[in-house]
């Protein structure tokens, strides 16, 4: 069965190409989303198994949209993978300390490093 895969970028090429490599592999069916103001609608419509999010996004940012799916019960135990073009980020004082210890990838990560953490999820145990 395949694994469900959220991912949220506002670049849109990123997740088009990301989209597409990890499909190719024939694990994962994979959903987009590029305006962070319509996750929550479709982590719940479609239910993923992981998320892969941004950290920074011009109305929110990763650690924000983290926080509200974790406020969801049926989200709150849902995988985050937090993908990142700067090297150094400073967490909000607030961000709690589940929060802080979810995974970040480092853009670009190429796809075998984006599917490591991933399946590193599912291995766990």
């Given at each position: 069965m395949k694994k469900k895969i959220l991912i949220v970028d506002d670049e849109e090429s990123f997740t088009?190409?990301?989209k597409l490599s990890l499909e190719k592999t024939g694990?994962?069916?994979?959903?987009e989303?590029?305006?962070?103001?319509?996750?929550?609608?479709?982590?719940?419509?479609?239910?993923?198994?992981?998320?892969?999010?941004?950290?920074?996004m011009?109305?929110?940012?990763?650690?924000e949209l983290a926080k509200s799916l974790r406020d969801i019960?049926?989200?709150?135990?849902?995988?985050i993978i937090f993908l990142t073009?700067?090297?150094?980020?400073?967490?909000?004082?607030?961000?709690?300390?589940?929060?802080?210890?979810?995974p970040h990838l480092h853009k670009p990560a190429t796809t075998q490093e984006v599917i490591d953490c991933i399946e590193a999820y599912f291995t766990k145990g």
């Amino acid at each position: 069965m395949k694994k469900k895969i959220l991912i949220v970028d506002d670049e849109e090429s990123f997740t088009k190409l990301l989209k597409l490599s990890l499909e190719k592999t024939g694990d994962y069916e994979v959903y987009e989303e590029n305006d962070p103001t319509n996750v929550l609608d479709l982590a719940r419509s479609c239910q993923p198994d992981v998320l892969l999010v941004d950290l920074i996004m011009p109305q929110t940012d990763g650690y924000e949209l983290a926080k509200s799916l974790r406020d969801i019960p049926s989200m709150s135990q849902l995988p985050i993978i937090f993908l990142t073009a700067v090297m150094e980020t400073q967490l909000p004082e607030e961000t709690s300390e589940d929060i802080r210890k979810l995974p970040h990838l480092h853009k670009p990560a190429t796809t075998q490093e984006v599917i490591d953490c991933i399946e590193a999820y599912f291995t766990k145990g």
